[in-house]
């Protein structure tokens, strides 16, 4: 496992990731702890939650359990990873809706505070390594949210806070408010990023480049697309696990034209897609949603390619923007 610096924090993390949206339903509960420690085996010292993440409807499949019959995400990670959690590097995030109250929701000191609370709970920890605002709120003036966890730093209970799913012009005002108010700044910005989806070159990451962030990644797949025919074909794979549409005939164009190269060079499609978004400047880690371990196992190999220029620039022509 190759292992990346976290920004400027001189935390090394792995370059490939363990994510946990769907934890309770693929993979289901019984199965999530045999992931998780296979995870680690493979050195991925990077586990990034949600308060959000696994019992809410909307990640609800045929023959899995209903959300109100399952444990959140987190609660599942805290029991998996007792006795090692200081091996890992643990996130979670706040901000998305977690009831039906006016106040269960947002980035608001209030809510940030109590819900670090109850995540750490969950997690049976006593800190976060990385707390991520899981979304801009446009009710809550930034400086709040800053000096919110600027706090939590202070008292020991997050070691470094972040962005996630932040415009560029909303990264720069961060940037610019924590340094005007002498709070800590963010450490890193988790966008989605794959062949598919490349806007972040255009701006995200140079902003990370000339303030010493780096991206850790969500979709790096690209929700199956780039994962090779059979994954592609699956029913939830996409937006097809939110409900949402299928692949558009411009994103299969685009998947078969990996595929081509990926059978070219003799490499599966994962593993090259996964191995050219590591080599990116600015990425840190890419954050796979595995469901099983056959699928973890072919994501981890791809930390260790190191492509040939070759082959790099052939897939830098995929999908640029």
Same mark, same amino acid.
């Given at each position: 496992?190759?292992?990346?610096?976290?920004?400027?924090? *001189?935390?090394?993390?792995?370059?490939?990731?363990?994510?946990?949206?769907?934890?309770?339903?693929?993979?289901?509960?019984?199965?999530?702890?045999?992931?998780?420690?296979?995870?680690?085996?493979? @050195?991925?010292?990077?586990?990034?939650?949600?308060?959000?993440?696994?019992?809410?409807?909307?990640?609800?499949?045929?023959?899995?359990?209903?959300?109100?019959?399952?444990?959140?995400?987190?609660?599942?990670?805290?029991?998996?990873?007792? @006795?090692?959690?200081?091996?890992?590097?643990?996130?979670?995030?706040?901000?998305?809706?977690?009831?039906?109250?006016?106040?269960?929701?947002?980035?608001?000191?209030?809510?940030?505070?109590?819900?670090?609370?109850?995540?750490?709970?969950?997690?049976?920890?006593?800190?976060?390594?990385?707390?991520?605002?899981?979304?801009?709120?446009?009710?809550?003036?930034?400086?709040?949210?800053?000096?919110?966890?600027?706090?939590?730093?202070?008292?020991?209970?997050?070691?470094?806070?972040?962005?996630?799913?932040?415009? &560029?012009?909303?990264?720069?005002?961060?940037?610019?408010?924590?340094?005007?108010?002498?709070?800590?700044?963010?450490?890193?910005?988790?966008?989605?990023?794959?062949?598919?989806?490349?806007?972040?070159?255009?701006?995200?990451?140079?902003?990370?480049?000339?303030?010493?962030?780096?991206?850790?990644?969500?979709?790096?797949?690209?929700?199956?697309?780039?994962? *090779?025919?059979?994954?592609?074909?699956?029913?939830?794979?996409?937006?097809?696990?939110?409900?949402?549409?299928?692949?558009? &005939?411009?994103?299969?164009?685009?998947?078969?034209?990996?595929?081509?190269?990926?059978?070219?060079?003799?490499?599966?499609?994962?593993?090259?897609?996964?191995?050219?978004?590591?080599?990116?400047?600015?990425?840190?880690?890419?954050?796979?949603?595995?469901?099983?371990?056959?699928?973890?196992?072919?994501?981890?190999?791809?930390?260790?390619?190191?492509?040939?220029?070759?082959?790099?620039? &052939?897939?830098?022509?995929? *999908?640029?923007?």
């Amino acid at each position: 496992m190759r292992y990346k610096q976290l920004g400027r924090t *001189g935390v090394k993390v792995s370059a490939v990731s363990l994510g946990t949206a769907t934890f309770g339903v693929a993979p289901l509960e019984g199965d999530c702890d045999r992931l998780i420690g296979r995870a680690m085996d493979l @050195g991925i010292n990077m586990i990034d939650v949600a308060n959000s993440y696994g019992n809410q409807a909307r990640f609800d499949r045929p023959h899995a359990p209903a959300w109100t019959d399952r444990r959140s995400a987190e609660e599942i990670v805290g029991s998996a990873i007792k @006795g090692r959690r200081n091996e890992l590097v643990l996130c979670s995030k706040v901000m998305e809706p977690v009831g039906d109250g006016v106040n269960d929701r947002g980035l608001s000191r209030r809510h940030i505070v109590q819900q670090l609370e109850q995540s750490l709970r969950r997690l049976q920890t006593d800190h976060l390594d990385v707390y991520y605002a899981h979304h801009p709120d446009r009710s809550v003036p930034i400086e709040e949210t800053i000096r919110t966890f600027d706090d939590l730093i202070r008292q020991g209970k997050i070691r470094y806070y972040a962005l996630s799913t932040y415009p &560029a012009w909303q990264v720069v005002e961060a940037l610019w408010k924590a340094d005007k108010v002498g709070a800590s700044a963010p450490v890193c910005l988790q966008t989605q990023y794959n062949l598919a989806r490349r806007e972040p070159e255009l701006d995200i990451a140079p902003i990370c480049l000339a303030n010493g962030l780096c991206l850790t990644v969500f979709s790096p797949l690209a929700g199956g697309l780039l994962a *090779g025919p059979s994954k592609r074909g699956e029913a939830f794979v996409g937006r097809q696990r939110w409900g949402g549409t299928a692949f558009t &005939a411009h994103e299969i164009a685009l998947a078969e034209e990996l595929e081509h190269l990926a059978a070219q060079h003799g490499y599966s499609p994962a593993t090259l897609a996964l191995a050219w978004l590591i080599s990116r400047p600015t990425v840190a880690s890419a954050i796979v949603g595995a469901e099983e371990i056959a699928e973890l196992q072919i994501s981890a190999s791809a930390s260790d390619l190191v492509l040939s220029s070759e082959v790099t620039a &052939a897939l830098d022509d995929v *999908g640029k923007p």
